[in-house]
């Protein structure tokens, strides 16, 4: 078990891209931390420097709070899945898996093996070669070598990104259940937001090098620290539109956005989270499941827009939404029983939090 710290980390490489940008990080013992971000945003760079591999420009990485600067990849006891799995092709599955503890002089190295395969499911193909096992069999290969080991520290870069969707559904599930089982800390590395959700214990969320936010699934996606964190994460993802906020005390919080105008009372407490911006330009975002459709005359306030497409996708229909200039998106929309969308619809709207700096709001139901 073991806990990692990042102290002002940043990498500079040679030519001058500036990799990561002064991150700190702290992640606890057992912990399991994703790291999520689009591609080139440093993830795989804070992995290296973890293992060793890389050296960081400015600040320190700390193993269980010491400093790791002087510890080779070896002595950092660190276990790393790639996504190219990185199997030798020569060698049976048993002795992949049995590499680290040869490589150590390790005796029992058998009775280890079959441990690790028969919990993950491939104790009947030890004597066959990568090149005979299917793309999840060589995942569980790639990570029963970085099992067999104990290691303290797993560390996994987009392992599952070379699989298909439905494999990489049910991997992402045994990788999870399996390292929360042995108890390892472990950094994950994903650009795959579902990935990085369903998995993390926490998510840590970078871009170009700097991180934007860390917290809980639930915390990064209900309170992103930032407007790219809200914008970021979600599928569709958040709609962003611009409101100027107007107090009129003890009776309400007028929220202007282009013509139209909602009033949030002022007894929902979340009148007064939105009242310190009096007077300014604010975001407002909106997650398509926080918004209800109602029909036109509704009473109440309600956002009105108007249908610019739909999108069915089985489990969900989306409706693309004209609010003014802004493209709102909502999701399940009823249809009615006649099987026809009216061209217009109300938009009843939930507010349920800020974000950030006086231009960020985000609504949720
Ligand atoms: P991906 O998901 O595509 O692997 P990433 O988030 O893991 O991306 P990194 O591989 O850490 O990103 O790369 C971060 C930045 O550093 C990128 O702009 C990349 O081109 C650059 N970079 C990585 N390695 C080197 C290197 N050895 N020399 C110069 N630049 C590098």
Redesign the pocket.
Known sequence: MSTVGLRDVSKV?P?G?V?VDGVNLDIGNGEFMVLL?P???????ILRMIAGLEDPSIGEVLLDGEPAATLTPRERGVAMVFQDFALYPHMSVGDNIGFPLKVSGQANREDQVSEVAGALGIGDVLARRPGQLSGGQRQRVAMGRAIVRRPRLFLMD?PLSNLDSQLRGELRAEISSLVRELGVTCVY?T?DQAEALTMADRVAILRRGVLQDVGTPTDVYGRPATLYVAAFLGSPRMSLMEATVKVVLDRYVALRLGDQELHIPWKDLRARAVARYHGERIVVGVRPEALLPVPMDSPGDVLRGRIRHMEHHGHESLAFVDVGATAVVVDEMATPANGRMPATRGLRKFIDRLVGSPAQVAVEE
Not at 39 to 45: A, E, I, L, R
């Open positions: 490489f030519d891209t990799a971000g591609s080139g945003c440093g993830k795989s760079t987009e590395v650009h």
